[in-house]
């Protein structure tokens, strides 16, 4: 049956990933929360879309909308998937929120033909300033938490990103500098030093190589 035409604006960062997506694939969306990309792409691209969620708060909501969704931890249970099983793997904003991304990485074109990633990026020139004149830990738009109540336990730049995807034998297929709206910033490629000094947040297509 036809999915229903979605009415509510997609988030921007979350429109650049639904614009990666191929129609009629089949999505696997880690930690995605209430479930707002997978409606959309279920919706607008009439994907096999499942998600997996740590909270029960999230798994509530996306069940409400309709959506496939288990309760779930990106370290743990991603294993538990066969290899190329899913068109993409998808892991917006989570990340550094991690305990082991290299594992996760790895896992994510394991189960996924391509993957699709965005995390905060803390070589942010802003980010630096602050560490530079305060000596504290920076709270932006795209780190708003202080470091005793953020989720955020893995903090990375896009430089670091990308050697961690090079040592992982993973391929960048495209890459994005976000500014803190989700919208790329013109004229920078998502993979070199401009991007680490002035993307706030990063995106990246990715794949295994070979």
Request: with cysteine.
């Amino acid at each position: 049956m036809q999915a229903p035409a979605r009415t509510a604006p997609l988030r921007v960062d979350l429109q650049l990933i639904a614009d990666m997506v191929v129609p009629g694939s089949r999505v696997l969306d880690i930690g995605c929360g209430d479930g707002d990309l997978l409606d959309f792409l279920w919706r607008e691209k009439q994907v096999d879309g499942r998600g997996i969620e740590i909270s029960q708060a999230g798994v509530n909501a996306c069940v409400t909308r309709g959506l496939s969704v288990i309760q779930g931890n990106a370290d743990t249970d991603l294993a538990d998937y066969p290899a190329g099983i899913f068109d993409y793997a998808i892991l917006s904003q989570t990340l550094q929120a991690t305990y082991n991304p290299r594992h996760v990485l790895s896992e994510l074109v394991r189960i996924g033909k391509h993957a699709i990633v965005s995390f905060p990026n803390f070589g942010h020139w802003r980010v630096r300033r602050h560490l530079l004149t305060h000596g504290r830990m920076p709270v932006t738009g795209a780190l708003s938490h202080a470091w005793f109540d953020t989720p955020n336990i893995h903090l990375c730049t896009i430089g670091d990103f990308v050697e961690l995807c090079g040592d992982l034998g993973i391929r960048i297929e495209r890459g994005l500098a976000l500014d803190i709206g989700g919208r790329p910033l013109p004229g920078i490629s998502g993979t070199g030093w401009r991007a680490n000094l002035f993307g706030e947040q990063g995106l990246f297509l990715l794949s295994k190589e070979g």
